[in-house]
């Protein structure tokens, strides 16, 4: 078995509050894998150490590519970076928990084969982020952005990405988003959604800001490309209805997003969305201005206590208001530390997929509710890296009980990196044998991965999904991925932005 340790491209990583980077760690070790082997954090949750079947398939993966490189007469690296890395980094998922994805034989040496065993749908993902930039956030707190961008002396040396370039804060700006997510994937739409601050001026990235990313983008592509969400605070009340107005008067929004853990009024730990004195106002507003689409950060609860990001504040909200639609992202799932060691004991049905389950149990007992949604939204990308059984296990359970036209695709990109992996996974993933046999549940059809990737988020927002599939020959966007494919540059970067723990070092030493 290859050890995963090589020259190292950049210094050790250097430890902050017991994290650091994970673009550092790959930097250090020289290993950019086609797949996450650890949880990735944007720093809202806390990630769990590298379990010991991550690390079986990190080496699987490793021995693997190194093989396949000296037979195709490249670098470890190059070979990592082709669609055959790709394949083969879901092949050395399958030689550890079994088999989860679909994958040829042929594919981890022949290009060709890759793309025979490609289905193409249209894919709309609902949870993107990227940073403002700071001129556009002036007062923005310092302190929290200097530990986004890791600009502190201690984490200064991000992963080099293309060319071996030392990257910089801008990797999580909008230019670099643009690249990871529209050309190095295949995404078709995207939502760019909103990431607070402690007040309106402090906010990460703003409405406005979003607005104006919308607007480049879907200019520059002479198509809509992205959907744009506004921030609301029901804790805040008259303040948020005027902060609701005056977006709505200078800026274009499909729906509203809010954290219900993370309030803005002083002395006020949670807001909830069944409150009738806060919270209802704000939708009564929503609802007389048209915007039906509420979006809900539930589960992967910041640091703190995560009592405050429980999704069962919705049920009562969903029925008060079955015009509205709420979307529940991350789909209220907790943690994933909590999860692995029952999953490796087997399921018992909903059982250990707190708040996720709870959701689930209320919604097949309220079958006539049709204006709740589950969005994926890092707990794929969480739980398919940990264990795709799991992962499986927990789009199963939603599907049986929300229906399959109640699941929306989102990434969490950039934090991820591009979402190219996790396209790939959830293209792969097949629904296996004994969960099918045990719950009654059905294949992971082409049909449904096409309802989950794309239709049902099309549906949701009012968007033509066959014009995004087929652009107009003006489409700028298109144009730009061809000479961006024609230029030689267009290898994916396989950078994930987030945060690992910092026990990986020693682990990886």
């Given at each position: 078995?290859?050890?995963?340790k090589?020259?190292p491209?950049?210094?050790k990583?250097?430890?902050?509050?017991?994290?650091?980077?994970?673009s550092?760690?790959?930097?250090?070790?020289?290993?950019?894998?086609?797949?996450?082997t650890?949880?990735?954090s944007?720093e809202?949750?806390?990630?769990?150490?590298?379990?010991?079947?991550?690390?079986?398939?990190?080496?699987?993966?490793?021995a693997?590519?190194?093989?396949?490189?000296r037979?195709?007469?490249?670098?470890?690296?190059q070979?990592?970076?082709?669609?055959?890395?790709?394949?083969?980094?879901?092949?050395?998922?399958?030689?550890?928990?079994?088999?989860?994805?679909?994958?040829?034989?042929?594919?981890?040496?022949?290009?060709?084969?890759?793309?025979?065993?490609?289905?193409?749908?249209?894919?709309?993902?609902?949870?993107?982020?990227?940073?403002?930039?700071?001129?556009e956030?002036?007062?923005?707190?310092?302190?929290?952005?200097?530990?986004i961008?890791?600009?502190?002396?201690e984490?200064?040396?991000?992963?080099?990405?293309?060319?071996?370039?030392?990257?910089?804060?801008?990797?999580?700006?909008l230019?670099?988003?643009?690249?990871?997510?529209?050309?190095?994937?295949?995404?078709?739409v995207?939502?760019?959604?909103a990431?607070?601050?402690?007040?309106?001026?402090?906010?990460?990235?703003?409405?406005?800001?979003i607005?104006?990313?919308?607007?480049?983008?879907?200019?520059v592509?002479?198509?809509?490309r992205?959907?744009?969400?506004?921030?609301?605070?029901?804790?805040l009340?008259?303040?948020?209805?005027?902060?609701?107005?005056?977006?709505?008067?200078?800026?274009?929004?499909?729906?509203w997003?809010?954290?219900?853990g993370?309030?803005?009024?002083?002395?006020?730990?949670?807001?909830?969305?069944?409150?009738?004195?806060?919270?209802?106002?704000?939708?009564?507003?929503?609802?007389?201005h048209?915007?039906?689409?509420?979006?809900?950060?539930k589960?992967?609860?910041?640091p703190?206590d995560?009592?405050?990001?429980?999704?069962m504040?919705v049920?009562?909200?969903?029925?008060?208001?079955?015009?509205?639609?709420?979307?529940?992202?991350?789909s209220?799932?907790?943690?994933?530390?909590?999860?692995?060691?029952?999953?490796?004991d087997?399921?018992?049905?909903?059982?250990?997929?707190?708040?996720?389950?709870?959701?689930?149990?209320?919604?097949?007992?309220?079958?006539?509710v049709?204006?709740?949604?589950?969005?994926?939204?890092?707990?794929?990308a969480?739980?398919?890296?940990?264990?795709?059984?799991?992962?499986?296990?927990?789009i199963g359970m939603?599907?049986?009980?929300?229906?399959?036209?109640?699941?929306?695709?989102?990434?969490d990109?950039?934090?991820?990196g591009?979402?190219?992996?996790q396209?790939?996974?959830?293209?792969?993933?097949?629904m296996?044998?004994?969960?099918?046999?045990?719950?009654?549940?059905k294949?992971?059809?082409d049909?449904?991965?096409?309802?989950?990737?794309?239709?049902?988020?099309a549906?949701?927002?009012g968007?033509?999904?066959?014009?995004?599939?087929?652009?107009?020959?003006?489409?700028?966007?298109e144009?730009?991925?061809?000479?961006?494919?024609?230029s030689?540059?267009?290898?994916?970067?396989?950078?994930?932005?987030?945060?690992?723990?910092?026990?990986?070092?020693?682990?990886?030493?």
């Amino acid at each position: 078995m290859s050890n995963s340790k090589t020259t190292p491209l950049a210094p050790k990583p250097v430890a902050r509050n017991g994290w650091i980077r994970k673009s550092d760690l790959d930097a250090w070790l020289g290993r950019y894998l086609p797949v996450p082997t650890q949880a990735v954090s944007n720093e809202e949750f806390h990630p769990i150490p590298q379990t010991p079947e991550q690390k079986r398939v990190e080496h699987e993966i490793i021995a693997g590519a190194e093989r396949e490189a000296r037979l195709a007469g490249i670098d470890r690296r190059q070979f990592l970076r082709s669609s055959c890395g790709m394949a083969l980094a879901f092949a050395a998922m399958n030689t550890v928990y079994g088999r989860c994805f679909r994958v040829e034989a042929a594919e981890l040496n022949d290009p060709a084969a890759v793309a025979a065993n490609k289905t193409r749908f249209f894919i709309f993902d609902v949870q993107t982020h990227h940073v403002a930039m700071p001129e556009e956030i002036p007062h923005v707190d310092k302190e929290f952005l200097n530990a986004i961008f890791g600009l502190r002396e201690e984490a200064r040396s991000m992963n080099p990405a293309l060319k071996n370039r030392v990257p910089k804060p801008e990797d999580i700006y909008l230019e670099n988003y643009v690249k990871e997510i529209f050309l190095d994937s295949e995404t078709d739409v995207v939502a760019l959604s909103a990431l607070p601050g402690s007040s309106e001026d402090s906010d990460i990235l703003t409405p406005g800001v979003i607005y104006k990313s919308r607007s480049w983008i879907n200019e520059v592509t002479s198509s809509p490309r992205v959907i744009s969400h506004g921030y609301f605070s029901p804790d805040l009340g008259q303040q948020n209805l005027e902060y609701m107005h005056s977006q709505l008067e200078k800026i274009k929004i499909e729906a509203w997003k809010g954290y219900t853990g993370w309030p803005r009024a002083k002395g006020v730990d949670r807001w909830r969305m069944d409150d009738e004195k806060l919270a209802y106002p704000a939708l009564d507003f929503a609802r007389k201005h048209g915007i039906h689409n509420i979006c809900l950060h539930k589960g992967l609860p910041f640091p703190g206590d995560p009592n405050r990001w429980s999704p069962m504040d919705v049920p009562r909200a969903a029925l008060d208001f079955p015009d509205m639609n709420f979307l529940v992202y991350h789909s209220g799932f907790r943690d994933v530390g909590e999860v692995l060691p029952a999953a490796r004991d087997g399921f018992q049905k909903n059982s250990y997929i707190p708040w996720t389950s709870d959701l689930c149990a209320w919604k097949k007992k309220n079958p006539r509710v049709k204006n709740v949604y589950m969005e994926m939204g890092s707990t794929f990308a969480y739980m398919v890296s940990s264990s795709p059984v799991l992962a499986a296990y927990v789009i199963g359970m939603i599907i049986d009980a929300f229906g399959v036209d109640h699941v929306l695709w989102g990434t969490d990109s950039i934090w991820w990196g591009s979402p190219q992996w996790q396209i790939e996974a959830f293209r792969r993933l097949e629904m296996p044998e004994d969960l099918m046999k045990r719950f009654g549940w059905k294949p992971l059809t082409d049909d449904v991965k096409r309802q989950i990737f794309g239709l049902n988020a099309a549906r949701v927002y009012g968007v033509d999904p066959e014009a995004k599939r087929n652009p107009l020959p003006g489409d700028y966007l298109e144009k730009l991925r061809k000479a961006y494919k024609q230029s030689g540059l267009n290898a994916p970067s396989n950078t994930q932005y987030g945060w690992v723990r910092a026990d990986s070092l020693t682990a990886n030493a």
